[in-house]
């Protein structure tokens, strides 16, 4: 099983940015999709983005559309979120996660991913 380490949250202003890093130990890592997802208080963790052992991203959801750019480095085992453009309503904690299974198609499904890291909080002020 992949374990997996967030870091790079933070406090940011409006209109800001932060890149958040998930680093990968155990398993093939670049064999498996990754995603980002992330929960406020009293909501449901929600799907962010997540990109394929080869690279490909699967479509953001509207409301991260245009700000935030998943990526991935497999030799140094890193799975990225680039976020700009931040609003307050992006303030949650962000999770990564690694998918259940390798060389599996990219995937949004909260229930395709088996190894979840511990969250980084991320913090907008308007």
């Known amino acids: 099983q992949v374990q997996l380490v967030e870091s790079g949250g933070g406090l940011v202003q409006a209109g800001g940015s932060l890149r958040l890093s998930c680093a990968a130990s155990?398993?093939?890592?670049?064999?498996?999709?990754m995603g980002w997802f992330r929960q406020a208080p009293g909501k449901e963790r929600e799907f962010v983005a997540a990109i394929n052992w080869s690279g490909s991203s699967a479509p953001y959801p509207e409301s991260v559309k245009g700000r935030f750019t998943i990526s991935r480095d497999n030799a140094k085992k890193t799975v990225y979120l680039q976020m700009s453009g931040l609003k307050p309503e992006d303030t949650a904690v962000y999770y990564c996660a690694a998918a259940r299974r390798p060389l599996t198609t990219v995937t949004s499904r909260r229930e395709d991913f088996g190894s979840w890291g511990q969250g980084t909080q991320v913090t907008v002020s308007s």
């Open positions: 155990g398993g093939t890592f670049s064999t498996y999709s």
